[in-house]
């Protein structure tokens, strides 16, 4: 027990490490820094069975206190009303463009399809994909732009603050957050060109338009899952800028409805996030029961207080990133449930991965 005791607390204090550092380093966008300069930006949308929020994000774009923009949306083959909602937002706004996607070619997933015909509809210096279910705030085109003039870089991808609402969005949709802070120091993000250090979130992509032609775009990443970290190695292999930032309530994204969506919204991700390795996921999943639940079991077991303090460390590491990111503290608490939520969600992944029959939004994707 002394040698697993021992383990746990030193994953703990590196977590711990990772996430004070991330919290001080970590940029936020700020609302009222404004870019010295307006250039063009086009902002890209692929659209799949969006009827329910597409209406919403289209409205706030156009609110925008940043005009110099054009908005190109692609309806991909939608079998809701995904397209009438589309033209109503649109109200014949000038800078609206509404394009039909067309088939998709074999080898090619049908996101990286939509985002890769967008690209090649876009006039604009800057290329800013965002998915159909993203908010901005008035003053967020402006605040991102700042942001990349700050920092030059060529690709500037945000972590929106995530909107959660039913008890499977709260328990599981921010162990993303949990999982960028704790896991992942953003220095090497920010200042090497190590693959190793290479995250993004495909939420929210902002490129240069020359950064994103020199990395090969979403051609070089057609049949890739997490196409967003996949784009991040790319310019990361190409010495290109990459920074991360914290949507900081300016973008807002609520990715999911329901449990369902949830369950398969991770199960598309989570083990082509492990390097379709169904031993390294399993060795995360094993790590995550060590971290967040064997503590627990131990101070019921045993009264232990070394075991109720690392309990305590590992609900504070989840509380201090749900505070950082703007989600509900007290939920840290079910730490534990959310663990069995993930494993069986990990659980899903493999089997669609071993059936081939895996589907997100119709098509297949296992």
């Given at each position: 027990?002394?040698?697993i005791g021992g383990l746990i607390s030193a994953a703990l204090l590196i977590m711990w490490l990772t996430a004070v550092s991330n919290f001080v380093f970590f940029p936020k966008l700020q609302a009222g820094?404004?870019?010295?300069?307006?250039?063009?930006?086009?902002?890209?949308?692929?659209?799949?069975?969006?009827?329910?929020?597409?209406?919403?994000?289209?409205?706030?774009?156009?609110?925008?206190?940043?005009?110099?923009?054009?908005?190109?949306?692609?309806?991909?083959?939608?079998?809701?009303?995904?397209?009438?909602?589309?033209?109503?937002?649109?109200?014949?706004?000038?800078?609206?463009?509404?394009?039909?996607?067309?088939?998709?070619?074999?080898?090619?997933?049908?996101?990286?399809?939509?985002?890769?015909?967008?690209?090649?509809?876009?006039?604009?210096?800057?290329?800013?994909?965002?998915?159909?279910?993203?908010?901005?705030?008035?003053?967020?085109?402006?605040?991102?732009?700042?942001?990349?003039?700050?920092?030059?870089?060529?690709?500037?991808?945000?972590?929106?603050?995530?909107?959660?609402?039913?008890?499977?969005?709260?328990?599981?949709?921010?162990?993303?957050?949990?999982?960028?802070?704790?896991?992942?120091?953003?220095?090497?993000?920010?200042?090497?060109?190590?693959?190793?250090?290479?995250?993004?979130?495909?939420?929210?992509?902002?490129?240069?338009?020359?950064?994103?032609?020199?990395?090969?775009?979403?051609?070089?990443?057609?049949?890739?899952?997490?196409?967003?970290?996949?784009?991040?190695?790319?310019?990361?292999?190409?010495?290109?800028?990459?920074?991360?930032?914290?949507?900081?309530?300016?973008?807002?994204?609520?990715?999911?409805?329901?449990?369902?969506?949830?369950?398969?919204?991770?199960?598309?991700?989570?083990?082509?996030?492990?390097?379709?390795?169904?031993?390294?996921?399993?060795?995360?999943?094993?790590?995550?029961?060590?971290?967040?639940?064997?503590?627990?079991?131990?101070?019921?077991?045993?009264?232990?207080?070394?075991?109720?303090?690392?309990?305590?460390?590992?609900?504070?590491?989840?509380?201090?990133?749900?505070?950082?990111?703007?989600?509900?503290?007290?939920?840290?608490?079910?730490?534990?449930?959310?663990?069995?939520?993930?494993?069986?969600?990990?659980?899903?992944?493999?089997?669609?991965?071993?059936?081939?029959?895996?589907?997100?939004?119709?098509?297949?994707?296992?």
């Open positions: 027990m002394m040698i820094k404004k870019a010295k300069e307006q250039p063009l930006i086009s902002i890209l949308i692929p659209a799949r069975n969006e009827g329910k929020v597409i209406r919403r994000t289209i409205e706030a774009i156009l609110a925008q206190t940043y005009t110099n923009f054009e908005l190109i949306i692609l309806n991909d083959q939608s079998e809701d009303n995904t397209l009438p909602q589309i033209q109503v937002a649109a109200q014949n706004d000038q800078r609206v463009w509404i394009i039909n996607g067309r088939s998709l070619p074999k080898r090619w997933l049908g996101k990286n399809w939509a985002c890769h015909q967008l690209s090649q509809h876009a006039k604009g210096e800057y290329l800013l994909f965002i998915d159909a279910d993203v908010y901005l705030a008035p003053d967020a085109l402006t605040a991102l732009l700042a942001e990349q003039t700050r920092s030059q870089a060529d690709l500037v991808t945000v972590w929106p603050t995530q909107q959660t609402e039913t008890w499977g969005e709260r328990l599981v949709v921010p162990q993303m957050a949990l999982a960028i802070l704790a896991y992942l120091p953003i220095l090497p993000v920010h200042f090497t060109h190590l693959p190793a250090f290479a995250a993004a979130n495909g939420q929210c992509l902002l490129f240069t338009k020359s950064g994103y032609t020199q990395c090969g775009g979403h051609e070089r990443v057609k049949d890739n899952v997490v196409e967003d970290v996949a784009l991040a190695k790319l310019m990361k292999q190409a010495k290109l800028g990459l920074r991360m930032a914290d949507g900081n309530g300016l973008i807002q994204c609520r990715m999911y409805q329901n449990w369902d969506e949830v369950e398969s919204g991770f199960a598309k991700n989570i083990l082509a996030g492990h390097g379709n390795s169904v031993p390294f996921l399993a060795v995360s999943t094993l790590f995550h029961w060590l971290i967040f639940v064997f503590p627990l079991v131990w101070f019921i077991l045993s009264g232990s207080l070394w075991a109720l303090g690392l309990f305590a460390a590992g609900i504070g590491i989840r509380l201090a990133t749900a505070v950082f990111t703007r989600q509900r503290p007290l939920d840290a608490l079910f730490m534990p449930l959310s663990v069995v939520l993930m494993t069986q969600i990990a659980f899903k992944s493999i089997q669609w991965q071993q059936s081939g029959q895996g589907v997100w939004k119709g098509r297949t994707i296992g």
